[in-house]
């Protein structure tokens, strides 16, 4: 049995092992299970409850004014403003933390390792950062802090290897690698990118002359490896990668049929293989693709906790006691928050109204081996964060922020800079003579020594 540790003001009710979560059918989906009782909602009723985010260390659950952050061990943070308030985790051992102002990168040791200097700063995944300054250049950076990879346009974050350089116009698209080495994608021309995850990515481009929509799947360098006409226009659409090159796609609305309007639904499942499958109805239900997922390779989970297998043949669903209720599945785990209308808050329509939603627990279902490779998220020590932001000391030369094999100190109210760097920054050539123990620059003419 796992021990689960308590987190601020919230109490853990567990039925841990042992307890079958089934289909409407008798169909085992997985015996480990927990739920976490949240006394942060308990008695606040909200129009909407969503779980934003599902990652490897838990779940966001989004509120009508509170985001909640909870762990699978049972763990509750407010996290509302988690970045302006450093509510944050440490991901490849590195956390984005703001300081004075601006953003930056400490490791767990609370070192700088990209000093706060900058507009904005994403998590740390598969080793890499992305920052961006208050010219709109955005920058990959490594675990050392060096800057790898620059742009003028927005740099999407690494997700399983990939990252992506987007292009507006949908026409200049680069993809990194974890190098990070940077291909042109001239195959992803017009696409829109709707999704990149386990080694693939999944675009959506518009056909007008033939009144469809073509969704490709893509390597890791840009290249077709398989495509689905959907056979006609939806105005709702969108959809996911799933593992072993794989993807699922819906549309759903109104399209032209023969000259007329009519309302129509679809869901297809296709591969890099070129296994197919469709069927007349939209299983995404609140258009919302990231909602949909996978779990242990075997079913797809919808929001409604309705089950599919990857023929797109509905097995069941979810056993779960609640009139409404909210899901996503992430591969290795099901969250699900099950939701109560609530008896004295309503929402007026004038001719009707409509309850608002209560919620007081979230729900977890876990794949067979989950523990055994379940690491526990690491969160920033504040008072730490504090002592660290105290003693940053910033270079700039025109607006770009230097760093330093050996950083900047204060020293009997006086600052010491290491100089080698902000001449090399300057582009002037730097000598050391071991003899007269004397640093010498050299640039257009004029020598500093």
């Not at 796992?2 to 008798?26: E, R």
């Not at 890499?128 to 990959?140: A, C, L, P, R």
């Not at 927005?154 to 290897?161: L, S």
């Not at 109204?353 to 279902?365: G, M, T």
Request: hydrophobic share 35%; aromatic share 12%.
């Amino acid at each position: 049995m796992k021990k689960l540790s308590m987190g601020l003001s919230v109490l853990i009710m567990m039925l841990f092992i042992f307890i079958p979560v089934t289909a409407n059918d008798g169909i085992d989906i997985s015996d480990d299970f927990i739920e976490v009782e949240l006394d942060e909602l308990k008695g606040a009723a909200s129009k909407n409850f969503s779980i934003s985010e599902i990652n490897q260390y838990g779940v966001k659950i989004s509120a009508w004014d509170k985001t909640l952050f909870v762990d699978y061990e049972g763990n509750s943070f407010d996290v509302t403003n988690a970045i302006e308030n450093n509510r944050v985790m440490f991901y490849d051992g590195i956390a984005a933390v703001k300081a004075n102002g601006s953003y930056g990168y400490i490791n767990d040791e609370y070192e700088w390792i990209v000093p706060p200097a900058y507009k904005s700063a994403g998590n740390f995944s598969c080793g890499f950062g992305i920052v961006t300054d208050e010219n709109g250049e955005s920058f990959v950076m490594d675990t050392s802090g060096d800057a790898k990879f620059r742009s003028t346009r927005n740099i999407r974050p690494f997700v399983d290897g990939i990252a992506i350089v987007d292009d507006a116009e949908r026409i200049d698209y680069k993809i990194l690698d974890q190098e990070p080495n940077s291909y042109d994608a001239p195959q992803m021309q017009e696409y829109y990118i709707c999704d990149y995850k386990y080694g693939y990515i999944l675009g959506r481009k518009e056909d007008s002359v033939n009144n469809t929509q073509i969704y490709s799947l893509f390597d890791s360098e840009g290249n077709i490896v398989s495509s689905y006409d959907m056979g006609s226009f939806y105005s709702h659409t969108g959809g996911k990668c799933l593992p072993n090159g794989k993807a699922i796609v819906f549309g759903a609305g109104d399209i032209n049929s023969n000259g007329a309007e009519i309302y129509d639904e679809k869901t297809a499942l296709f591969s890099k293989d070129g296994e197919n499958a469709s069927i007349d109805k939209n299983i995404f239900e609140d258009y919302s693709a990231h909602k949909i997922g996978h779990f242990n390779n075997e079913y797809i989970i919808t929001c409604s906790g309705e089950i599919y297998d990857y023929r797109l043949n509905r097995i069941g669903e979810l056993d779960i006691d609640a009139s409404v209720k909210e899901v996503v599945a992430n591969g290795n785990v099901v969250a699900v928050l099950p939701l109560q209308t609530s008896d004295t808050k309503y929402e007026d329509y004038g001719d009707y109204s409509v309850p608002w939603l209560e919620c007081d627990r979230v729900d977890f279902i876990f794949a067979p081996g989950f523990w055994e490779s379940y690491k526990a998220p690491t969160y920033v020590d504040i008072e730490k964060l504090r002592d660290v932001s105290n003693d940053t000391i910033n270079v700039y030369i025109n607006s770009d922020i230097l760093t330093f094999d050996k950083q900047p100190i204060l020293e009997n109210d006086r600052t010491l800079v290491p100089l080698r760097a902000i001449f090399e920054a300057l582009e002037a050539e730097v000598a050391w003579d071991n003899d007269t123990n004397t640093a010498t620059a050299v640039k257009d003419g004029t020598t500093i020594s």
